[in-house]
């Protein structure tokens, strides 16, 4: 059995198929280009069994993910975060089987190390040299560390308001690092004339390379697995360029398809922020596509994404799954963050706080019922964004002292 079998690209819109050892962008059709294996090898040759004993990190899938040779993994030890169950907020949601996948617990604390890891591995086995982003931080953060371990160059766009340690961890990373005044479609731009301007850059923008989507699949495969090979009911996700719900729905798609699983999907569902949520709009107007969301603004930085190249990508597996897409007020997550750190001793960033909010949005509508075992997905650690909790703790002199409980009005223990 070969380390990888990778078979061929192709295209979800077109249907043409492209050569998968090739440095690839998107089809000519201008669709992203999914990676297509040999499941029924990898059926023949491989069990859940096999997978257990290996190392706990995402490349004891390696079978299906795009990287041919074992030497050319670049990792920094990422995959295989905790499936948390909750269940304290869970009972005060109403959803008693409440789990979180913890991806604050990754290489630069967000999933985006996932895409980083299998992304760079495959453009360094390929033969890339450079490579050019543009980021609402995170990805920018990730692709940069792993930019260095690979000993690629980097170039990365981001917004000038997207979480400022992720501009730390481009520069130190030895990132050519640039901020745009604008949103990350602006930062986009810069970097295509960019990449054409200059010669060995690869341009691996969200889904403007087909590798970065099978690294976010791992979340799908880790979920199954963790389960013991079963689904759960509903998967929650905060979508904003979309690579991680899209990533997850094909991950349990070949699941399926390899026989480690079997029964009805999860329902997918989209959670956007309300101050940019194209997704949600187009799901609610039964659409295939989504419409530009104009003046895009929420403290869930990582979801500002006005409008995504594989918007119709995620429709599909929303409208496939039997999900929905919903959108949430910065107050409320922000709420809601503060809630999953005090109930459950989790501090996560608000993007994975936007999926606490539709789980109480959805249960309140009836769309979610009790018996629903719902996985929800942290994307990042709370510790990018400190701005998110203000704090002002009372400060004492050192000659001071700790006021007694009586005098914050609670009886003395
Ligand atoms: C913390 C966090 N969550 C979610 C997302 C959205 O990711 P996706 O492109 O998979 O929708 C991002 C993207 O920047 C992010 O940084
Ligand atoms: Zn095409």
Same mark, same amino acid.
């Given at each position: 059995?070969?380390?990888?079998?990778? =078979?061929? !690209?192709?295209?979800?819109?077109? $249907?043409?198929?492209?050569?998968?050892?090739?440095?690839?962008?998107?089809? =000519?059709?201008? =669709?992203? !280009?999914?990676?297509?294996?040999? !499941?029924? *090898?990898?059926?023949?040759?491989?069990?859940?069994?096999?997978?257990?004993? +290996?190392?706990?990190?995402?490349?004891?899938?390696?079978? *299906?993910?795009?990287?041919?040779?074992? $030497?050319?993994?670049? =990792? !920094?030890?990422?995959?295989?975060?905790?499936? *948390?169950?909750?269940?304290?907020? $869970? +009972?005060?949601?109403?959803v008693p089987s409440l789990l979180m996948k913890d991806e604050g617990l990754i290489p630069t604390g967000t999933f985006k190390a996932r895409g980083a890891a299998v992304g760079v591995s495959r453009a360094a086995e390929l033969g890339v040299s450079a490579i050019a982003m543009p980021t609402n931080g995170n990805a920018g953060a990730a692709w940069s560390v792993y930019a260095a371990r690979a000993g690629m160059r980097s170039l990365i766009v981001m917004p000038a308001a997207a979480p400022a340690v992720t501009r730390a961890e481009c520069a130190a990373a030895g990132a050519e690092l640039y901020l745009v005044d604008g949103l990350i479609g602006d930062a986009g731009r810069l970097v295509a004339e960019a990449v054409a301007r200059r010669r060995g850059y690869q341009d691996v923008s969200t889904l403007k390379e087909p590798y970065r989507i099978e690294g976010k699949k791992t979340m799908g495969l880790e979920i199954a697995k963790q389960l013991g090979w079963r689904l759960p009911g509903v998967i929650m996700y905060p979508t904003g360029g979309g690579v991680g719900i899209i990533g997850i729905y094909k991950a349990l798609r070949e699941l399926l398809e390899l026989g480690w699983v079997s029964g009805d999907l999860p329902r997918l569902v989209a959670v956007q922020s309300a101050g940019c949520a194209p997704i949600v709009t187009a799901f609610q107007a039964g659409a295939a596509e989504s419409e530009p969301w104009p003046d895009a603004a929420t403290v869930a930085f990582g979801i500002t994404v006005p409008k995504a190249l594989g918007d119709f990508l995620i429709l599909q597996a929303l409208y496939a799954t039997g999900g929905t897409a919903v959108a949430v007020t910065d107050e409320a997550l922000l709420a809601d963050q503060r809630a999953v750190a005090r109930l459950e001793g989790c501090f996560i960033c608000p993007e994975g706080a936007a999926c606490i909010t539709a789980v109480r949005q959805l249960c309140g509508s009836g769309w979610l019922s009790g018996s629903d075992e719902v996985v929800v997905l942290n994307t990042g650690t709370g510790l990018i964004y400190p701005d998110t909790v203000p704090t002002r703790p009372p400060v004492l002199s050192p000659s001071g002292a700790v006021p007694a409980l009586r005098d914050r009005g609670q009886p003395e223990g």
């Open positions: 059995m070969p380390f990888c079998a990778l =078979s061929h !690209l192709d295209c979800p819109r077109c $249907g043409a198929r492209h050569d998968a050892d090739q440095v690839q962008g998107t089809c =000519s059709c201008g =669709s992203p !280009l999914l990676a297509r294996y040999d !499941l029924r *090898l990898v059926a023949s040759q491989v069990s859940p069994g096999d997978i257990a004993g +290996r190392p706990a990190d995402l490349w004891r899938y390696h079978e *299906l993910l795009p990287v041919r040779e074992p $030497g050319h993994v670049v =990792s !920094l030890g990422e995959g295989m975060t905790p499936l *948390l169950a909750l269940p304290r907020l $869970g +009972r005060a949601l109403g």
